[in-house]
């Protein structure tokens, strides 16, 4: 098969169609499109499965369209829109009202979001689909990545040197909560249509729950960064407006903004991930051949709610930890045992 970048140029036919195992009346178009080769060519669109009335194309759309041979010869059928270009603006804005906000600072956070994506797609995910030790892959793999982008991010400073002792501490504290979450609620990492079809439709000999195991720990991850860099800088602005407090006093005022912290972020990740996870929990309101306990207890919704406990668990452990060891190192405490 081949792919192609194509244009729509003229809808020729569309209408419904009954699909026997959805039992619905299922949309399909015929366009005349135009190839990123210069070809012309007739092509279907929903003959390969079932559409939306939300997916359907105009004149002028840009789409993504598979050549292959049948036993008619060549046929074309569209699979997506193709919304590269749109997803590149989208981008290109972003990265500018980034830089505006936070000037050069903000340039070392877009290096640290590129080199943390290319880490994760092109090293971590390729040896998790063949490691036996998938849990010590992830971690020194984000511990890794955690050293690069907090001095990216946050420059060189003890600042984001004891922000950054605390992320891993924290990341630690996630790792366990994961694993033992995940082995108390017999996760197997087959919740998702994704992570099957990586085993059954490509093939894949892979650990599906060691997938799961670091999406929570790249999840965690992405949370401690502004928890701890946040409590850091708390405990030295406290320490500097006044020298004399202890280190007991440091710790009790600073986590005094720390549960604020807590509160707005729980609420946050909570909001987050229902947002991610909207169509699953719509089955629940809507899929009726199931008792609502069986529905609420499938893998699928299960590891939508773990997701949201480890993120919002290693939270709310990494603001009282990050507050004493900074509390205690920044006030000089750590002197006294040398």
């Known amino acids: 098969m081949d792919y192609h970048r194509g244009k729509v140029l003229e809808v020729l036919d569309e209408g419904v169609t009954y699909d026997e195992f959805t039992q619905l009346d299922l949309p399909y178009q015929k366009v005349k499109a135009e190839l990123d080769t ?8 929903g003959d390969v499965y079932g559409l939306q009335s939300e997916q359907l194309v105009q004149a002028g759309d840009a789409v993504v369209i598979v050549e292959s041979v049948g036993s008619t ?22 990265i500018v009202a980034v830089i505006i906000c936070t000037r050069w600072r903000g340039v070392g956070a877009l290096v640290s979001v590129a080199i943390s994506l290319l880490v994760l797609v092109k090293w971590l995910v390729p040896q998790l689909l063949h490691t036996d030790y998938p849990l010590l892959l992830t971690f020194s793999t984000l511990v890794v990545l955690a050293i690069i982008t907090f001095y990216l991010g ?41 992570a099957l079809s990586l085993k059954y439709g490509f093939g894949q000999d892979v650990q599906l729950s060691s997938l799961l195991l670091a999406g929570l720990l790249i999840g965690a991850l992405g949370i401690l960064d502004d928890v ?68 609420f207890n499938s893998e699928t919704l299960m590891e939508e709610m773990i997701q949201m406990f480890v993120g919002s668990f290693t939270l709310v452990l990494a603001v009282p930890l990050t507050t004493l060891v900074a509390a205690w190192w920044v006030s000089g405490e750590h002197r006294r045992l040398t």
């Open 154 to 194: 946050h420059g060189t400073s003890s600042q984001t040197t004891l922000a950054l002792v605390c992320t891993i501490l924290a990341l630690g504290l996630a790792m366990g909560t994961a694993s033992f979450a995940t082995w108390l609620l017999d996760l197997s990492g087959t919740g998702s249509e994704a």
């Open 38 to 45: 210069g070809a012309v060519v007739v092509v279907e669109y």
């Open 73 to 94: 010869g060549l046929q074309y059928s569209i699979i997506d829109h193709y919304r590269l270009p749109w997803l590149g603006l989208i981008v290109g804005v972003f």
């Open 228 to 295: 701890t860099t946040a409590q850091v800088q708390a405990v030295h602005e406290l320490k500097q407006s006044d020298p004399g407090l202890t280190w007991q006093q440091l710790f009790k005022k600073a986590y005094r903004i720390g549960r604020a912290h807590i509160v707005s972020l729980v609420n946050t990740l909570l909001l987050v991930y229902a947002g991610t996870a909207l169509p699953a929990f719509a089955v629940l309101s809507t899929y009726s051949a199931q008792p609502f306990w069986v529905v």
